[in-house]
């Protein structure tokens, strides 16, 4: 009777190396590593088992140069180093289980990915920037904007010319339109304008005054300011303009000139441009001040009618504030029919016009 012959040995299972920490001590374990019986196992060169993990609680996570790193759910704080081709051809439940691994993508990829996205990110932001900018503002505490307008104040302040004698007109002037103005000033200064500081400083040129053809007409400028102030129009463009300083700078990497106070912030200030939303909100607000004040509306749209040529320069679509014509149509005739009284005596008018002239000779 011829005996059986002996079973055939099973095939030693393939093994690979791997570096393990056991998440207790800082000791890395070079380990051999097999899949027997549903199991990762990892013996150490003495054949010690240091590794015994169920394949279907093995994740893996890709690293850089063909590595991955394996972890299992029953020993959060253990991880093995190995080959990630190695992982995906004998261990396929790791890889099944958390998605395939991936070849890495070539940089120029991330890199156009990077930048799309960073592109699509600050198209949102410039497509919300007024609202952004007007929510922000809404949360500035008002004393750091009163802090930021003394601050810009005190670049231009040293051009100021007005006499007691007639920043009390222009005060007792502002008060009958309902007030809010912080601190009134008159710069020593050719051309015509006005313009309102963060905090509510308004500034008013001895151009302005010498252009002006009636005290209704300056009324009407100050009624204007007083509503970019009372709406926080000055802090709001404070604030887009900042963001977009901060966006261009961090594209750049360049971050020394966020928010300084500088002459250069203290002239843009003074010749702000603000939105169409807001130069009509302006001009609303300034229209009801000159109405509640008994003032005339007239000399406000004879201001306006006299610089035509200057606002009206571009298109009114490609400018940012609405055209001369549609400010005027806006401004009607006067409301109700209460007396309208000049917004200035005619002694109190001289006094302001020549405020400054006559410090200037003194």
């Not at 930048?115 to 008002?142: E, H, S």
């Not at 053809?213 to 009372?230: C, K, N, T």
């Not at 200057?310 to 400010?327: C, G, I, Q």
């Amino acid at each position: 009777m011829t005996a059986p012959p002996p079973p055939t040995p099973a095939p030693a299972p393939i093994a690979w190396g791997g570096q393990f920490t056991d998440g207790q001590t800082a000791v890395v374990h070079a380990l051999a590593l097999a899949v027997q019986g549903g199991e990762l196992v990892g013996r150490d060169d003495a054949g010690s088992v240091r590794l015994r993990w169920p394949a279907a609680l093995v994740n893996s996570r890709p690293l850089d140069d063909g590595r991955t790193t394996l972890t299992c759910a029953l020993y959060p704080d253990a991880a093995l180093t190995t080959n990630a081709e190695l992982v995906a051809l004998f261990l396929p439940e790791a890889d099944a289980s958390r998605g395939r691994l991936r070849p890495r993508r070539p940089r120029w990829q991330l890199a156009l990915a990077y930048g799309a996205g960073a592109l699509l990110a600050a198209g949102l932001i410039y497509a919300n920037l007024d609202p952004l900018a007007r929510a922000l503002a809404r949360r500035v505490p008002p004393e750091y904007e009163a802090q930021l307008g003394q601050g810009l104040g005190t670049l231009l302040l040293r051009n100021d010319c007005a006499t007691p004698e007639a920043r009390a007109v222009m005060t007792k002037l502002v008060d009958r339109l309902g007030g809010g103005a912080s601190e009134l000033h008159i710069l020593d200064v050719d051309g015509a304008n006005a313009f309102t500081l963060p905090g509510g400083s308004i500034m008013v040129t001895r151009g302005l005054l010498a252009d002006a053809e009636s005290p209704d007409e300056v009324a009407g400028v100050l009624a204007h300011e007083l509503e970019h102030a009372r709406l926080r129009h000055v802090m709001t463009q404070v604030v887009r303009n900042g963001i977009l300083t901060a966006l261009w700078q961090a594209a750049v990497g360049d971050y020394a000139g966020l928010f300084v106070v500088d002459p250069k912030t203290a002239m843009d200030i003074a010749n702000l441009r603000f939105s169409r939303d807001a130069e009509r909100e302006a001009d609303q607000g300034a229209l009801r001040r000159l109405d509640d004040a008994r003032i005339s509306r007239a000399g406000f749209r004879g201001f306006f009618e006299r610089v035509r040529t200057k606002t009206d320069a571009v298109p009114a679509w490609l400018s940012n504030h609405p055209s001369t014509a549609e400010r005027l149509s806006t401004m009607g005739d006067d409301v109700g029919a209460v007396a309208r009284t000049p917004a200035l005596t005619d002694a109190e008018w001289r006094t302001l016009r020549a405020g400054c002239d006559s410090k200037r000779a003194r």
